[in-house]
Nanobody, 121 residues
Framework: QVQLVESGGGLVQAGGSLRLSCAAS????????WAWYRQAPGKQRELVAT?????????ADSDSVKDRFTISRDVAKNTVYLQMESLKPEDTAVYYC?????????????WGKGTLVTVSS
């Protein structure tokens, strides 16, 4: 069974930091693109950041996210990270990991179950 498993969420005070992890597990599970999305209470899921197999990153069209969040990956661990700095209450959301399969998983998309980030004021 292949899956994406997020971790690292939790409760943090405004101004604090968190690092989310998303590990891809399963036999021969290979992805060529990753992304972090988030869904705040009562809102639609929105894209936060992406990273492709070449390490190229892109961020939501939001100056706030670009300045404070960093997406990265560890190829050897088949894991992607989202480093979040200077967190604000409006960053409170469930953060989801997304991956696009390659090789035997070509054409398939995968989602993690999400990890909750709560930022208190």
């Amino acid at each position: 069974q292949v899956q994406l498993v997020e971790s690292g969420g939790g409760l943090v005070q405004a101004g604090g930091s968190l690092r989310l992890s998303c590990a891809a597990s399963g036999p021969d599970f290979s992805l060529n693109a990753w992304a972090w999305y988030r869904q705040a209470p009562g809102k639609q899921r929105e894209l936060v950041a992406t990273i492709n197999e070449d390490g190229k990153t892109d961020y939501a069209d939001s100056d706030s996210v670009k300045d404070r969040f960093t997406i990265s990956r560890d190829v050897a661990k088949n894991t992607v990270y989202l480093q979040m700095e200077s967190l604000k209450p409006e960053d409170t959301a469930v953060y989801y990991c997304w991956g696009q399969g390659q090789r035997r998983f070509r054409g398939r998309e995968f989602w993690g179950k999400g990890t909750l980030v709560t930022v208190s004021s």
